[in-house]
């Protein structure tokens, strides 16, 4: 194998055990390979977690602490909130090759100078070390991940395989074995998500393996020097639900990682734009508003704090990605049937968040009184809107904004009209908005449909306009 990525060098090309003992190489447990590429890390100031936002303060200093301390984690935390992302990410802090027993009837990959395997070890002591063949494992090949619900103690521990037992294999001795995925991932690091949704039978063959390294079936143990770093991923609520997790096994948890959702929405819309960046070229490009962004981010956050939504559940960052290319997905289409470019997002673009939204949100059955997925989504939008607006409102002023409005004019908006229909109704663009929006409303017809109807939706939310929808159109005017 001649693996490489950007960073990495090609596979060392020493393929024998002889030319690895000349070579100088040295055998190193997964714990102290990480925290030796950890500490290295630290020391140039090079970027440990690149592309993780708002944990800097809260979450990276406690996985560094756990790396240096050598633990087996636990990442605890809602939906949506990059615990896999970040179990994934560790695989950075492993060599970038690592040599093993290139042997068809080795299980597992073997470090060459410590086998762990009757196999490896007789192999070793049979063979000339010229003519012991080495391959090289590639770091991020030595990351697996697993998802408890369905999951057997075989997948992830072993089995007894009656074929070996039927040639005559002792059912006690490891030759008997079928070896499951935490084995086969010897000198590499396995993720078990949803550890609360694990058998019981499953977490007890676990803890053997966290505190004595021993794998037992079926009653047989079969004692392994498994180096192997082990993390988990649970949601509070079930985690911290008595009977969920047995006891032997959190106490064997070196540390918990608790995550959580962007404490400020300028953190949510880094995130938003770093997932989102590819999205928005192509024939038809475009160019979101800031305002757009924030009110996207915004709708998260106040889902994030409805008493009509099961909080337990949380609001995955999922949620905000999902409705903003649903959201950019509307403003494309009227670009291609207007031929406008660049295609800019307005708040009517938001009626189509029903598809991407909904059964991303669980209600509270006690909070929401019989009020639809549908009703609730609809509140957390208008809550969002006003938010955002009215910290427009209060930073420029509404005056000037409103004035536009304020002589009996009225204004039909909707997702396919063309941005000139708003040009038209709009030939003058107060002063106050180049400043408050920080987007060029005077030149573009389609950046300035994209502000009427903020401003129009603003307004409404602060009871100074009032709304009449039919057909898929809404329509404002001054009471």
Request: glycine share 6%.
């Amino acid at each position: 194998m001649n693996r490489t990525t950007s960073s990495d060098s090609p596979a060392p090309a020493i393929n024998n055990l002889a030319a690895l003992q000349e070579s100088g190489w040295k055998s190193k447990s997964v714990k102290t390979e990480i925290r030796d590429n950890f500490t290295r890390l630290l020391a140039s100031g090079e970027p440990l977690y690149p592309g993780i936002v708002g944990y800097e303060d809260t979450v990276i200093p406690e996985i560094n602490l756990a790396l240096l301390a050598g633990h087996d984690m636990l990442f605890l935390g809602e939906k949506g909130q990059a615990k896999s992302r970040l179990m994934r990410m560790l695989t950075r802090f492993l060599d970038p090759w690592v040599p093993y027993l290139d042997h068809p009837e080795v299980p597992v990959h073997e470090d060459p100078f410590h086998p762990i395997t009757s196999k490896g070890k007789a192999w070793l002591a049979e063979t000339p070390a010229d003519q012991v063949p080495i391959a090289w494992w590639h770091r991020d090949d030595r990351y697996s991940e697993r998802l408890s619900p369905g999951t057997k103690f075989a997948d992830i521990i072993g089995e007894i395989d009656p074929g070996k037992l039927t040639a005559g294999v002792s059912m006690s001795t490891e030759e008997a074995l079928s070896f499951g995925l935490i084995p086969r991932m010897h000198r590499g690091i396995f993720a078990m998500n949803e550890l609360p949704e694990l058998d019981d039978l499953v977490q007890v063959g676990l803890f053997n393996i966290l505190e004595e390294r021993d794998v037992q079936i079926r009653g047989y143990p079969i004692r392994f020097d498994l180096d192997v770093m082990i993390l988990f991923s649970a949601n509070p609520t079930t985690y911290n639900r008595s009977g969920k997790v047995i006891p032997q096994l959190k106490d064997r948890i070196g540390s918990i990682i608790q995550t959580h959702y962007p404490s400020e929405r300028a953190a949510g819309i880094e995130i938003l734009q770093q997932e989102t960046a590819g999205d928005l070229d192509g024939d038809y490009p475009v160019q979101v508003p800031y305002f757009m962004y924030e009110i996207i981010e915004e709708i998260t956050n106040q889902a994030r704090q409805s008493s009509f939504i099961d909080q337990a559940s949380g609001v995955s960052a999922r949620f905000s990605l999902a409705n903003f290319r649903t959201m950019v997905a509307s403003a494309r289409q009227r670009a291609i049937v207007h031929n406008e470019q660049p295609a800019v997002p307005r708040i009517s673009d938001l009626g189509h968040l029903y598809s991407s939204a909904l059964g991303k949100l669980e209600l509270d059955m006690m909070g929401s009184h019989q009020m639809s997925e549908r009703q609730v989504l609809d509140s957390v939008i208008a809550a969002a809107i006003e938010m955002v607006f009215s910290q427009y409102v209060e930073q420029h002023g509404i005056s000037e904004i409103a004035e536009i409005f304020s002589k009996g004019v009225r204004v039909e908006v909707g997702d396919l009209l063309p941005s000139s229909d708003y040009a038209a109704r709009l030939k003058r663009v107060p002063p106050v908005w180049e400043k408050a929006f920080e987007v060029n409303a005077s030149n573009s017809e389609a950046i300035r449909a994209s502000c009427v109807e903020f401003v129009l939706a603003g307004l409404h939310s602060m009871d100074r306009i009032s709304r009449s929808q039919r057909h898929g159109k809404i329509e404002y005017d001054f009471e």
